[in-house]
């Protein structure tokens, strides 16, 4: 069972930057392929960034150029760095992983989550 917390979050200007962290446990980081997630009031949850196990990484369009998603096995961690946010950013961000090798970018539909952080823009 993959168990998963994210941390980071907080409140930002417009312009400013955030680092999420999610911490894993139950598997080794290196088994999983994960990914950050959000979702906005009233919205659907959307891929924000994914990463295979192997390191390959995808983007949603939003947070392409902007969004770095990186993964440090050794201490199972996955990060997001968040840079030139937008209030269009302010969202409920999670943690997704699972045990697998690829998660098929856009396509990734996760088996296990974490509790979420709050990022708020303004």
């Known amino acids: 069972h993959v168990q998963l917390v994210e941390s980071g979050g907080g409140s930002v200007e417009t312009g400013g930057s955030l680092r999420l962290t999610c911490t894993t446990s139950?598997?080794?980081?290196?088994?999983?392929?994960m990914a950050w997630f959000r979702q906005a009031p009233g919205k659907e949850r959307t891929m924000v960034a994914t990463i295979d196990n192997d390191g390959g990484t995808a983007y949603a369009t939003s947070s392409a150029g902007r969004f770095t998603v990186s993964k440090d096995n050794a201490k199972g961690a996955l990060d997001l760095q968040m840079d030139r946010l937008t209030p269009e950013d302010t969202a409920m961000y999670y943690c997704a992983a699972d045990p697998r090798r690829y998660c098929g970018g856009g396509y990734y539909n996760p088996n296990y989550w974490g509790q979420g952080t709050q990022v708020t823009v303004s």
């Open positions: 139950g598997y080794s980081a290196s088994t999983l392929c």
